[in-house]
């Protein structure tokens, strides 16, 4: 393992499939050291990305482990393990993009059908830690399988089950971990992300993001990078709520945190992608309020003179300048990024 340890995974699969082929041909595959022997070289593929064979050796592993579920009895912290390793393999398809998504869906179902059958949740907490990890790998597996092109149904449905499964995890997190622990922030974070893709939904978004955004800047500081990304989001969702005045204020602080944060890129020169990205922002809201805009264009009212329908024009088309021309942030939940009045990409409830 030395290898692994030093993190040269190429050399290590190199080394480690040369291993299994001998421990295969001398004891066969179910034996207890040869599995040892696909445990190390599984770890290895995923850190190297190769997600597909190590989906193959996961199934090959789990082949072995449910066998244990009926003869383990009583032992609730193997049937843990044997369990674990199933749900490995839906995180697994996860990472190998959206063909395999509904594959990942069946298994964390099993997963938990499994966990039902040998666990007992209302009575042990490790088991309810166990049955909790499968909840939430299923909701982010739901919510992974929400498209902008997809059956308005589908969509509506997938979206009603991830939140309740969401919903479900926080609130045993609160309770057992207390509401502003980092784990329980990191579900509130997905459910702001999941409600950001749903039409109707922004004002749900916006109180959950201003929530992992406030915890986060006590725990950890407004300096803090994950802070910093969850402020964009939270202000993106306010420039899609047409909430500018409000915005403008945070769009500042993003702006001036970002600099003092990512500084210059020393080798172009120029605001590093974190930096431009909350300038655009702040540079939107701007251009929206100097067009006459303010804290709410939730519809024309009949009576609008055409001055006023004109400005709302402006500023509809500043929006969608903004939504043409902006990099999305690095931080992987706003990579949905959609605008209220798109209805083709949004998500009907």
């Known amino acids: 393992m030395s290898l692994v340890n030093a993190e040269k995974f190429e050399d290590a699969e190199t080394m480690l499939r040369s291993s299994l082929c001998g421990y295969l041909k001398k004891h066969g595959a179910a034996n207890d050291e040869t599995r040892d022997v696909v445990r190390k070289l599984t770890h290895v ?5 190769k ?8 199934r090959s ?5 449910k066998l244990y579920l009926e003869a383990a009895k009583d032992d609730s912290e193997r049937k843990r393990t044997a369990l674990a390793l199933q749900l490995e393999i839906a995180r697994c398809c996860m990472s190998q993009g959206r063909s395999k998504y509904a594959e990942a869906e069946k298994i964390c179902r099993e997963n938990m059908n499994l966990k039902d059958k040998y666990l007992a949740p209302d009575n042990n907490d490790d088991d309810l830690v166990c049955v909790l990890e499968t909840v939430l790998e299923l909701a982010q597996t739901l919510e992974a399988r929400l498209h902008p092109d997809g059956e308005e149904g589908l969509n509506a449905a997938l979206l009603k089950e991830a939140e309740s499964n969401y919903k479900r995890v926080l609130a045993n997190y609160e309770r057992f971990l207390g509401a502003d622990n980092a784990k329980t922030n990191s579900v509130v974070q997905s459910l702001a992300r999941l409600y950001s893709k749903s039409k109707g939904r922004l004002k749900d978004a916006e109180k959950f993001y201003r929530r992992a955004w406030e915890n986060l800047e006590t725990a950890k500081g407004e300096e803090d990078k994950e802070c910093l990304k969850v402020l964009y989001n939270l ?4 420039i899609r709520g047409e909430k500018f005045v409000e915005g403008l204020g945070l769009a500042k602080k993003c702006v001036d945190l970002n600099v003092k944060v990512y500084g210059v890129d020393e080798q172009f020169k120029v605001d590093h992608k974190e930096t ?7 540079e939107l809201i701007e251009k929206v309020i100097a067009a006459g805009g303010g804290g709410g264009l939730e519809g024309e009212d009949a009576n609008e003179v055409d001055g006023e329908r004109e400005k709302r024009k402006s500023q509809q088309d500043l929006i969608r300048e903004y939504r043409t021309t902006v990099q999305p942030n690095t931080f992987k939940n706003f990579a949905d990024f959609k605008f209220e009045d798109e209805d083709d990409l949004c998500i009907n409830e």
């Open 45 to 49: 593929l995923q850190n190297l990305a």
């Open 51 to 58: 997600h597909a064979d190590a989906e193959v050796f996961l």
């Open 61 to 65: 592993e789990w082949h072995f482990e």
């Open 235 to 238: 202000i993106n969702v306010l």
């Open 276 to 282: 431009k990205d909350a300038k655009q922002q702040l």
